[in-house]
């Protein structure tokens, strides 16, 4: 099993740009979930999915939005892109939500200039 | 926000030596995670705890929760070099979201 798979690895945007990342995940998980990551800040929850067609809102959702409209795929959009976007995003899927671990992909690398 | 934090933010020993690293977070929770990183990858989940728990032993790595400090710490024994990587809590709250802490870098020095 691949497990869950993150495209591309890496980007760089120019500032007001827009891109989608992909996440795709073959374990059947109903949550799927997008983090970032920063340096000394940990990580982040974006978004959230808790099954096929929904999406909610984490911790830092401004600048991004998210589609779920298959079972096993989460895309990420930034639809204007801006330097305090750069980052590693990382996206995840669980079982359940808060009671198995989350598994994660090796995230992409962003950088907005 | 029932971030987890980390400390030390950084740990170097010698191979063979025991690791702890502790977390703590700001509300109550009803179970926390602790996940490895290694450089250049995603996460990956080590060991679970339950608000109920007190203690939990996976292999090399011991972890106790402590719900009245609102802490939990990891052990890991007789660490190897292998066990390089950046270590996160993640505490889990009503709202069943993870919240990740900044982490523990631990080196594990040959």
């Known amino acids: 099993n691949a497990g869950v798979t993150q495209t591309p690895k890496f980007r760089v945007l120019k500032t007001g740009q827009s891109m989608t990342l992909l996440c795709a995940q073959d374990?059947?998980?109903?949550?799927m979930y997008w983090y970032r990551q920063d340096p000394g800040m940990g990580l982040r929850l974006i978004h959230y999915s808790v099954g096929e067609g929904t999406t909610a809102k984490g911790e830092v959702p401004d600048g991004y939005n998210v589609s779920r409209l298959k079972k096993q795929n989460f895309l990420l959009g930034l639809e204007s892109a801006a330097p305090s976007q750069t980052s590693v995003y990382f996206c995840a899927s669980s079982s359940r939500q808060g009671n198995s671990p989350l598994h994660f992909g090796n995230g992409t690398r962003l950088t907005v200039t | 926000s029932q971030q987890g934090e980390e400390d030390p933010q950084a740990l170097s020993i010698q191979e063979g030596e025991n690791a702890t690293m502790n977390c703590s977070y700001k509300?109550?929770?009803?179970?926390l995670q602790w996940y490895r990183q290694n450089s250049g990858r995603g996460l990956v989940h080590l060991i679970l705890?339950?608000?109920?728990?007190r203690e939990k032993h996976s292999g090399r790595l011991r972890v106790t929760l402590d719900t009245s400090k609102k802490s939990s710490s990891l052990l890991i024994t007789a660490s190897r070099a292998a066990d390089t990587a950046s270590y996160f809590c993640?505490?889990?709250?009503?709202?069943?979201?993870?919240?990740f802490g900044t982490g523990t870098r631990l080196t594990v020095i040959p």
């Open positions: 705890i339950r608000s109920n728990e």
């Open positions: 993640a505490a889990v709250g009503g709202a069943n979201n993870l919240f």
């Open positions: 374990m059947n998980h109903e949550y």
């Open positions: 509300t109550s929770i009803n179970n």
